[in-house]
């Protein structure tokens, strides 16, 4: 079957193109259309006329996953009736896998058609990425997920852009940390209306305790150890310049907002997250474990999608790139071992967060995380909740293929427990009971 290989090029205006056959020449010279319907009709003409010309029994078209640049192109080409004789097989690529590819041009220069011939290339070479063919089902999940994860690094971006600022203006609350939370209502409130922290530390014990007390709706303890403990972290704290006094407190002022204004966008995106999740009958399966709310169960589908794609747990976590790279060389083998980043990063997130929920909220994978947490040598914290993320990503796959309910360790062990003869399941229960509390009572006495 001779095949011709379409790289494409995508910008916001045009599309460089690329035509490359299966022995690497190009039977027409490299050109670009407009990037709308008309100029793919422009593309299919061209197609067209190339395969009717040389033969052409299969079209192979790729292009590089650039913001959303590509998607009305694809889904264009897809759905395209003049095309589908050639049997089109449309593929989105990553553009690191590109950009790795076109290392081997190494005298190569930067240019659109240059990329679009790398496309082609890439395309011919084979080994390639599955195809873009998305499921309308999950797309409006995963138009929301996807912009949560959005919503949740500019909240991040600006709750440490608030955090570096206030160092500027009261260094020592950052490092004692009177109050827990510097984004709580009576940290915000101390934060921003007091000028600096000169006007805290002269301001009376009595005082500040009443502010404390009004600004937190008085949900402080002991409120007066507070005020006292604040005065004291302000005349531990560096003095900033009365030039940069009132700006900083306007940045502050502005960023404090903008976290506020993103919190309350990530909770009405939680809202219409969990309205869509309910039209999708395998979300109860992964709700069903302890630790999994709606945001993370429909991060999780949405990048998934039907889990038959996925004929082992390994082929789901190389997807989501939870998965480490072998650093080996003859008798060598390297004990560093880093993450591969070519995968679904948003999958990964939602993984990497639901394995963090877990360990707080699921009694079995809290356990194992303590235990990765113990055998970690560095970032105890981060090793110990990506390897927990890949357990995760064996129970998810397990799940959503058996259509079956969580179960703990004891109930799994009672599932596939064989019914001794003469005992009916009654008698079996009564008997994992009085296992279990003597058990307990076995634990108790070695305790004591």
Same mark, same amino acid.
């Given at each position: 079957?001779?095949?011709?290989?379409?790289?494409?090029?995508?910008?916001?205006?045009?599309?460089?193109?690329?035509?490359?056959?299966?022995?690497?020449?190009?039977?027409?010279?490299?050109?670009?259309?407009?990037?709308?319907?008309?100029?793919?009709?422009?593309?299919?003409?061209?197609?067209?006329?190339?395969?009717?010309?040389?033969?052409?029994?299969?079209?192979?078209?790729?292009?590089?996953?650039?913001?959303?640049?590509?998607?009305?192109?694809?889904?264009?080409?897809?759905?395209?009736?003049?095309?589908?004789?050639?049997?089109?097989?449309?593929?989105?690529?990553?553009?690191?896998?590109?950009?790795?590819?076109?290392?081997?041009?190494?005298?190569?220069?930067?240019?659109?058609?240059?990329?679009?011939?790398?496309?082609?290339?890439?395309?011919?070479?084979?080994?390639?990425?599955?195809?873009?063919?998305?499921?309308?089902?999950?797309?409006?999940?995963?138009?929301?997920?996807?912009?949560?994860?959005?919503? +949740?690094?500019?909240?991040?971006?600006?709750? =440490? &852009? *608030?955090? !570096?600022?206030?160092? @500027?203006?009261?260094? /020592?609350?950052?490092?004692?940390?009177?109050?827990?939370?510097?984004?709580?209502?009576?940290?915000?409130?101390?934060?921003?209306?007091?000028?600096?922290?000169?006007?805290?530390?002269?301001?009376?014990?009595?005082?500040?305790?009443?502010?404390?007390?009004?600004?937190?709706?008085?949900?402080?303890?002991?409120?007066?150890?507070?005020?006292?403990?604040?005065?004291?972290?302000?005349?531990?704290?560096?003095?900033?310049?009365?030039?940069?006094?009132?700006?900083?407190?306007?940045?502050?002022?502005?960023?404090?907002?903008?976290?506020?204004?993103?919190?309350?966008?990530?909770?009405?995106?939680?809202?219409?997250?969990?309205?869509?999740?309910?039209?999708?009958?395998?979300?109860?399966?992964?709700?069903?474990?302890?630790?999994?709310?709606?945001?993370?169960?429909?991060? +999780?589908?949405?990048?998934?999608?039907?889990? =038959? &794609? *996925?004929? !082992?747990?390994?082929? @789901?976590?190389?997807? /989501?790139?939870?998965?480490?790279?072998?650093?080996?060389?003859?008798?060598?083998?390297?004990?560093?071992?880093?993450?591969?980043?070519?995968?679904?990063?948003?999958?990964?997130?939602?993984?990497?967060?639901?394995?963090?929920?877990?360990?707080?909220?699921?009694?079995?994978?809290?356990?194992?995380?303590?235990?990765?947490?113990?055998?970690?040598?560095?970032?105890?914290?981060?090793?110990?909740?990506?390897?927990?993320?890949?357990?995760?990503?064996?129970?998810?796959?397990?799940?959503?293929?058996?259509?079956?309910?969580?179960?703990?360790?004891?109930?799994?062990?009672?599932?596939?427990?064989?019914?001794?003869?003469?005992?009916?399941?009654?008698?079996?229960?009564?008997?994992?009971?009085?296992?279990?509390?003597?058990?307990?009572?076995?634990?108790?006495?070695?305790?004591?």
């Amino acid at each position: 079957m001779s095949k011709l290989h379409v790289g494409l090029d995508v910008s916001q205006k045009s599309v460089a193109t690329c035509f490359v056959l299966d022995d690497g020449t190009e039977p027409v010279k490299r050109f670009s259309f407009e990037h709308n319907p008309a100029g793919v009709d422009k593309l299919v003409a061209k197609i067209n006329a190339t395969a009717e010309d040389l033969g052409i029994d299969q079209v192979l078209i790729g292009m590089e996953t650039t913001g959303l640049l590509w998607w009305h192109l694809a889904e264009a080409l897809r759905n395209c009736a003049e095309l589908q004789h050639l049997q089109p097989r449309i593929y989105a690529i990553n553009a690191k896998l590109v950009a790795h590819f076109k290392k081997a041009y190494a005298e190569m220069d930067k240019t659109d058609p240059g990329d679009a011939f790398v496309i082609a290339d890439r395309l011919r070479f084979g080994r390639l990425p599955r195809l873009a063919e998305p499921d309308e089902r999950y797309l409006a999940i995963q138009k929301l997920t996807r912009h949560r994860f959005h919503l +949740i690094h500019s909240l991040a971006g600006e709750k =440490n &852009r *608030f955090l !570096t600022h206030l160092f @500027l203006k009261f260094s /020592a609350f950052c490092q004692e940390e009177p109050l827990s939370d510097p984004f709580g209502a009576a940290s915000s409130a101390l934060l921003t209306e007091f000028l600096s922290v000169d006007e805290i530390a002269q301001m009376p014990v009595e005082d500040l305790t009443d502010f404390l007390v009004e600004k937190g709706k008085n949900r402080f303890p002991d409120p007066e150890a507070v005020a006292k403990a604040i005065k004291q972290a302000a005349r531990n704290s560096y003095r900033l310049s009365k030039c940069l006094a009132d700006p900083v407190n306007i940045v502050l002022a502005m960023t404090l907002e903008n976290v506020r204004f993103f919190e309350k966008q990530i909770a009405a995106i939680d809202k219409a997250i969990t309205r869509e999740l309910a039209a999708f009958p395998g979300a109860q399966v992964l709700l069903s474990v302890p630790g999994l709310g709606p945001v993370f169960v429909a991060g +999780i589908i949405a990048e998934v999608q039907d889990v =038959n &794609r *996925f004929d !082992t747990d390994a082929q @789901l976590a190389r997807f /989501a790139a939870i998965v480490w790279k072998k650093n080996q060389s003859g008798a060598f083998e390297g004990d560093d071992t880093p993450m591969m980043r070519s995968g679904n990063e948003y999958l990964r997130y939602y993984f990497i967060e639901a394995a963090n929920s877990l360990r707080m909220h699921n009694e079995e994978y809290a356990a194992y995380y303590q235990t990765k947490y113990r055998e970690a040598t560095t970032h105890h914290h981060k090793r110990a909740c990506v390897l927990t993320a890949r357990k995760l990503v064996r129970l998810v796959h397990t799940l959503l293929r058996k259509g079956q309910l969580y179960q703990t360790p004891d109930q799994r062990k009672e599932s596939h427990a064989v019914l001794p003869a003469g005992m009916t399941p009654g008698e079996l229960a009564r008997h994992v009971v009085r296992r279990r509390q003597a058990k307990g009572r076995f634990r108790v006495h070695l305790d004591h």
